[in-house]
């Protein structure tokens, strides 16, 4: 049946609140979890559900994404027809009108041979069925299923996304915006099933007319007219559109629980996969409750803490609550808590540097200069 459907990975995220990891890679490309990217979360939900073709939209300067999709390979999708497509042929930030890029590239929704069309972003991480939620789409004969969550910290989490104002039918009434000022919530999961067709006509419908510069405006302004039905979501979800939502995130898939559930045997994540020794820990380093990376010596102290690959944790060094990057050497008795630092860092010895554990601190690179 998903052979029967589309797979487009819109990348319209706004950035504002992440810059700090943002400001030479797209947030889709941001490293999580010891190995991964944040896209390969929606690409092997996709893939794992049989779509084989995926078109992703983007914005200029995505270089990192494109070096990390490579042909697709990772997700089986280094096809010659269909498979992974790659478009980011314009200058408008798609936070702001993404329809440019569609009807830029409209010849590509022309030629999919595929009825169905599962419209995505990438900042929402989660293990998904996509099987179920199309069974449930066209046995419902509606125009458009938008997938949601029902959470209970809505204040704590998920500012900023989609607010789902739905009825005892799971029609969609409103669709606002969550403002942190209540505990319970819909959190729209930025997740849209419909026809082709119709995705084609909202894109020229934007362009006729002029009065919409995005799909999601579109829909949210046309729920009179269009029937538009919700799909509730149980599992875990997190949503990325932050620095701290990001180090919350990241620190919650220490929970063995939390881990087991996203990155399941029978929908696995895949990545772009590098050739690596295993991680090296000397007799005097102590690791509690980490995710270590290939490649990496481990002479100090690591406690509740992500480090990716090819990462040097020096003799005497002690992290603790901290994610680092690849590449990263963190000097002899240096001390770090609640430290975010991006690819290529040198943490000076006996450098001590402190963030909070709602506000991390990040320490961007400058070609290994030493902090």
């Not at 990325?240 to 029978?266: P, R, V």
Request: hydrophobic share 35%.
């Amino acid at each position: 049946m998903l052979k029967n459907c589309l797979g487009i990975i819109n990348l319209d995220e706004n950035e504002d609140k992440i810059r700090e990891l943002t400001r030479n890679r797209p947030l889709a490309s941001i490293p999580i979890a010891g190995r991964y990217r944040i896209i390969d979360f929606i690409l092997s939900n996709l893939t794992n559900a049989g779509v084989e073709s995926i078109g992703i939209f983007s914005k200029m300067q995505s270089r990192s994404l494109m070096d990390h999709l490579s042909n697709g390979r990772p997700w089986d999708l280094n096809r010659k027809i269909d498979g992974l497509r790659f478009f980011n042929f314009t200058t408008t930030d798609p936070c702001i009108d993404d329809i440019t890029n569609f009807a830029n590239n409209i010849e590509y929704l022309y030629k999919a041979r595929q009825e169905y069309v599962i419209f995505a972003s990438s900042y929402m991480i989660c293990n998904i069925d996509f099987k179920n939620i199309l069974k449930k789409h066209i046995e419902s004969a509606c125009d458009i299923t938008m997938v949601y969550k029902k959470v209970e910290d809505a204040d704590q989490s998920f500012y900023g996304c989609e607010a789902l104002n739905i009825d005892e039918d799971g029609n969609v009434l409103s669709v606002g915006k969550n403002i942190g000022n209540r505990k319970n919530a819909n959190v729209g999961m930025g997740i849209y099933i419909m026809k082709k067709e119709l995705l084609i006509h909202i894109i020229n419908e934007c362009v006729s007319t002029g009065h919409h510069r995005k799909v999601k405006s579109y829909i949210y302004n046309s729920l009179d007219k269009l029937k538009v039905k919700s799909y509730e979501f149980k599992g875990y979800l997190a949503c990325i559109n932050s620095l701290k939502s990001y180090y919350k995130g990241s620190m919650e898939l220490l929970d063995h629980k939390i881990n087991k559930e996203l990155f399941s045997l029978e929908r696995p994540i895949y990545t772009k996969t590098n050739d690596e020794i295993p991680a090296r820990y000397t007799n005097d380093c102590v690791v509690k409750n980490s995710i270590i990376g290939n490649g990496c010596l481990i002479e100090g102290t690591v406690e509740n803490c992500i480090i990716f690959r090819r990462v040097k944790v020096s003799k005497g060094a002690m992290l603790k609550d901290c994610i680092i990057l690849q590449n990263c050497i963190i000097g002899q008795n240096a001390k770090l808590y609640n430290i975010v630092t991006d690819k290529y860092v040198d943490i000076g010895e006996y450098k001590e540097l402190r963030g909070d554990i709602t506000i991390p601190l990040v320490v961007e690179n400058s070609i290994r200069k030493q902090y």
